[in-house]
Each structure stands twice: as structure tokens, then as C-alpha cells.
T-cell receptor, first 116, second 113 residues
Framework: GAGVSQSPSNKVTEKGKDVELRCDPI?????LYWYRQSLGQGLEFLIY????????KSGLPSDRFSAERTGGSVSTLTIQRTQQEDSAVYLC??????????????FGQGTRLTVV | GNSVTQMEGPVTLSEEAFLTINCTYT??????LFWYVQYPGEGLQLLLK?????DKGSNKGFEATYRKETTSFHLEKGSVQVSDSAVYFC????????????FGQGTTLQVKP
């Protein structure tokens, strides 16, 4: 597709279960970002990929959170043993070049995660 | 570290009113500055950007000027429309980092007919 695609669009899970969120970036975009948007909290940076490596994981809130990227394309964000405070919209973005300061980042529609 | 501060919302205006949404930043060096917009039910999209001091970004009637002396990037529009109702995010991308965007808290704009 032409844009960043995320799946699922909505996910309801029970506390303690693991979840996987998927992001398909725009073809050819080497940089990929994960953000979390909580109600009234703005956008919180989680992790950045350049190709398949993650030079910046500084935003991951705990060791329950991990992410990987394969083939320089699709990325998966995994949350283990989900907690209610993990409920948020998880946004993925991609850009052509990560370190070019004026490069636009394109966002997906997000995955709304609800932990019950 | 780098940070962005936006005025709190919601901002409620009548159609054709003048809009200002304040944004100030803290960063070393010369960051690039962005405004993103999130319309109801849609993803974030870039509204405008500026990459150096005194640059003015503009799009869809919106403008913002990169002010190094006041570390600000306020968003303005001369005459808002109902269709401008959305959440607006100010963001920066700094020098010497991984290229991540750092966002403000977002400001909700409601325009009434």
C-alpha cells in the first residue's frame, strides 16, 4: 500500500497476556519509529529502527516491551504480561532517512490496545 | 534533553476567528521544527515544517515561524473553518540524535459554526 499500515487496528486483551502489534512501513523507508499515545499524554517515543537495528531503545518503558524489525521492512512490537497501564494507541511511523533532520515521518493509523 | 511545550487545550473558536497555538522548545543546536495534525478518526499527518531560524512553514492557510531567539514555533491561521477541528502537535527533531521526533502534548482545536 501507499501508506504505513498497522495491524490490528483494535486489540482487547486480558491482563497478563502477551500481545504483538505489527507495522508495515512505506516501501523503501529505512527508518521506523514506534510511539505510544495515551489519553491526555501526547506522543511518547518508544524505539527507533534504522534498517534492522535499533540504535535508540530509550523509550521502552520496561523489559516487558520489545520490538524487532526484519528485512528492513515489517516491525513487530511485543508487550509481555500486559498491564492495564499499557492501554493506549500504539503508533508506527516511517521515514526515508532517520537522521536527516528535515525528513517527514509518515504515521500509520495506530493500534488501539485495551487491557482488561 | 530536548523537549516541546504546547499550550493546553481545548481551544474553542468560532468560524473565521484568528488562531494561535503556542509552542516553545528546548534543544541544543538547531533542531528542525514541525506541526502535525490529527483529524478525527485519522492518523497523524504533517502540516508544515521549518528547518532553520527565521524560516516560515506554511500549508492550508496555517503558518509558523521558527524563532531562535524565543525558541518558539507558534502556529497561526487567520480564519479558521469547522474542518480545522483536530488535534495539533508541535514536534522537533534535534541534531546529533537518532532522528526521533519529540512531540508536545497536543492541543485540541474545536471550531464552531
Amino acid at each position: 500500500g501507499a501508506g504505513v499500515s498497522q495491524s490490528p487496528s483494535n486489540k482487547v486483551t486480558e491482563k497478563g497476556k502477551d500481545v504483538e502489534l505489527r507495522c508495515d512501513p512505506i516501501s523503501g523507508h529505512t527508518a521506523l519509529y514506534w510511539y505510544r499515545q495515551s489519553l491526555g499524554q501526547g506522543l511518547e517515543f518508544l524505539i527507533y529502527f534504522q534498517g534492522n537495528s535499533a540504535p535508540d531503545k530509550s523509550g521502552l518503558p520496561s523489559d516487558r516491551f520489545s520490538a524487532e524489525r526484519t528485512g528492513g521492512s515489517v516491525s513487530t512490537l511485543t508487550i509481555q504480561r500486559t498491564q492495564q497501564e499499557d492501554s493506549a494507541v500504539y503508533l508506527c511511523a516511517s521515514s526515508l532517512l532517520g537522521q536527516a533532520m528535515n525528513t517527514e515521518a509518515f504515521f500509520g493509523q495506530g493500534t488501539r490496545l485495551t487491557v482488561v | 534533553g530536548n523537549s516541546v511545550t504546547q499550550m493546553e487545550g481545548p481551544v474553542t473558536l468560532s468560524e473565521e476567528a484568528f488562531l494561535t497555538i503556542n509552542c516553545t522548545y528546548t534543544a541544543t543546536g538547531y533542531p528542525s521544527l514541525f506541526w502535525y495534525v490529527q483529524y478525527p478518526g485519522e492518523g497523524l499527518q504533517l502540516l508544515l515544517k521549518a528547518t532553520k531560524a527565521d524560516d516560515k512553514g506554511s500549508n492550508k492557510g496555517f503558518e509558523a515561524t521558527y524563532r531562535k531567539e524565543t525558541t518558539s514555533f507558534h502556529l497561526e491561521k487567520g480564519s479558521v473553518q469547522v474542518s480545522d477541528s483536530a488535534v495539533y502537535f508541535c514536534a522537533l527533531r534535534g541534531t546529533g540524535n537518532t532522528g526521533k521526533l519529540i512531540f508536545g502534548q497536543g492541543t485540541t482545536l474545536q471550531v464552531k459554526p
